[in-house]
């Protein structure tokens, strides 16, 4: 992606800001999922007169247009954002150091098979929390 995304932007129907341009650049460059104020923290070095209410007011923008992908890890109830790239991913997570580890792939095709036999119930996504100790926190 450019540094620059007005074009990315204009086709999700978004206007193209200064703030919103430095949202998608941190969140592009960033190798795991982040909380808003993790963001807002990388954010502030790069901007200070940046606000923590504009990089909420954007990361909904983008979630509700698909650019991100809104998790809300269930043990700290705490929403983590990353860029909504191809497929959906699933994570464990370190109770311990809170560490968030990436599945490789979706184990949930066969469950969702099995739920979705019963009863005409149409599944339209899922989400999958595994919770544990990772390999330095054992």
Do not use: W
Not at 12 to 19: A, L, M, N, P, V
Not at 63 to 82: P, R
Not at 86 to 113: Q, R
């Amino acid at each position: 992606m450019p540094k620059h995304y007005t074009d990315f932007l204009a086709k999700h129907g978004i206007k193209s800001t200064h703030q919103r341009n430095l949202v998608l650049d941190l969140l592009h460059q960033m190798n795991s999922p982040a909380s808003a104020e993790e963001i807002y923290q990388k954010a502030a070095l790069l901007q200070p007169t940046l606000n923590l209410s504009t990089i909420y007011r954007t990361l909904e923008l983008f979630s509700s247009k698909n650019i991100v992908t809104k998790t809300i890890l269930s043990e700290t109830k705490k929403a983590i954002y990353e860029l909504n790239t191809a497929g959906h991913k699933h994570y464990m997570v370190c109770v311990k150091c809170k560490a968030l580890l990436p599945l490789e792939n979706c184990p949930c095709a066969l469950i969702e098979e099995a739920v979705s036999s019963q009863g005409g119930f149409e599944i339209i996504g899922h989400k999958l929390e595994i919770m544990g100790y990772c390999s330095r926190c054992k």
